[in-house]
């Protein structure tokens, strides 16, 4: 099967950037770029259709597969021991030993939550809009954040001064 026009370009542009995302969702980078081949090998039969915003169908599509693989299999996954595929060259001890910390606390949430507090923190997306890409309600996002937030600060005390509450207003 031939790729319709404009899927490859958009795999090249924004292949690093879902695979970061989805890292973040799965805890391992393996399990991550499977989870982006599943996504995008269903876009692609959908492509024509969703070619005008491509980027909110495969985002949405990458959090409900995580869940739905995750729903599927029940099991628990090895902790992934490689660093976040991030591209930098200059590490600082402590910000790594802080990456490996967050990344072990947020293997251990559940997936829901796992997909909140990215799409909330690491994508800075508002509250309305994390329902909206995750298909539930604005009361459920809050919930899920407060919940994923204080389980972080029971996994990686630590991590404190990372882990803080969202702002009152919305963004």
């Known amino acids: 099967m ?10 090249t542009a924004r292949g690093p950037a879902l695979v970061r995302t989805a890292y ?28 005008g915003s491509p980027d909110a169908y495969v985002r949405r599509a990458l959090y409900h597969q995580n869940v739905s693989t995750w729903r599927r299999f029940r099991r628990s996954r090895e902790e992934a021991r ?5 591209g930098a060259a200059v ?4 910000a790594v030993e802080r990456r ?17 507090l990215v799409l909330r923190f690491y994508e800075d997306r508002t509250e309305a809009e994390t329902a909206a890409l995750l298909g539930i309600r ?22 404190a001064e990372l882990v803080t509450t969202a702002p009152k207003e919305q963004r």
Request: no cysteine; hydrophobic share 50%.
């Open 100 to 116: 490996v910390l967050l990344r072990d606390a947020l293997v251990r949430l559940a997936p829901q939550q796992r997909a909140v």
């Open 2 to 11: 031939k790729a319709p026009p404009g899927f490859a370009e958009y795999v």
């Open 82 to 86: 490689a660093e976040l595929p991030d």
């Open 24 to 51: 973040l969702l799965t805890g391992d980078h393996h399990a991550a770029e499977d989870l982006v081949q599943i996504v995008l090998a269903k876009a692609v039969l959908r492509w024509r259709s969703i070619e």
């Open 138 to 159: 604005v009361g459920t996002v809050k919930s899920q954040t407060r919940r994923a937030l204080t389980r972080l600060r029971a996994l990686a005390p630590e991590l």
């Open 91 to 94: 590490y600082d001890a402590d």
